[in-house]
């Protein structure tokens, strides 16, 4: 059987920054990971074929470089745009923004940044990769944390308005198996 394979990139400099967006290099916590990804894939892959998909963000290509397949970096898979939020803490946002804030708690899925997209545009936009998807073997996507909610959601069946809530930690595979209902689920963690 086929199977899909996802991870955020490794831990990124904004990550360790608490900031949104952007597109910075790793960590060196992140380097780690990238520097590991590529024994865990092989362990879980075998000698099967598998083809990688990035997004055209440093932080992704950077996690994928050591991998030892076919490349293809797709500007869909891009993390959600924040618009005038890019580059911000929370705080920062909480402060300069209080009401976009607020009314990003009250409906997550549907709130849109301003100048940038909602979880419900990206879903909008990740269709292509979804149909491209179905139709391909082995994938592994080096991710966002924000895109792959919406890919692991669309897999799993998850509901709207719990999407934006599903937690994607860093420095974890995981694989899904589509079955004839549903798909079988299972995370290899890596120690960084
Ligand atoms: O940088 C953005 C995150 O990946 C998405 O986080 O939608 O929970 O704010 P959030």
Not at 36 to 52: H, S
Not at 86 to 109: G, H, L, N, V, W
Not at 159 to 178: G, M, R, S
């Amino acid at each position: 059987p086929r199977n899909i394979f996802f991870s955020r990139h490794g831990e990124s400099q904004y990550n360790v920054e608490g900031k949104i967006g952007g597109d910075s290099y790793l960590s060196p916590q992140g380097e780690k990971y990238a520097e590991a990804l590529p024994k865990l894939v092989q362990d879980a892959v075998g000698d099967a074929p598998l083809t990688v998909w990035t997004s055209t963000l440093k932080r992704t290509a950077q996690t994928a470089a050591g991998l030892p397949y076919p490349k293809l970096a797709w500007k869909s898979l891009d993390e959600l745009d924040a618009g005038v939020c890019d580059a911000m803490t929370y705080e920062e946002i909480e402060k300069y923004y209080p009401e976009d804030y607020a009314s990003r708690d009250e409906d997550k899925f549907n709130y849109r940044y301003r100048g940038g997209e909602s979880y419900r545009d990206v879903v909008v936009r990740l269709e292509p990769v979804i149909m491209e998807l179905e139709r391909q073997e082995n994938i592994l996507i080096i991710g966002h944390q924000a895109i792959l909610r919406c890919l692991y959601a669309y897999f799993h069946g998850l509901a709207q308005e719990d999407l934006p809530y599903i937690k994607i930690p860093l420095h974890t595979v995981i694989q899904l198996t589509p079955k004839a209902y549903g798909c079988d689920e299972k995370r290899f963690q890596l120690p960084i």
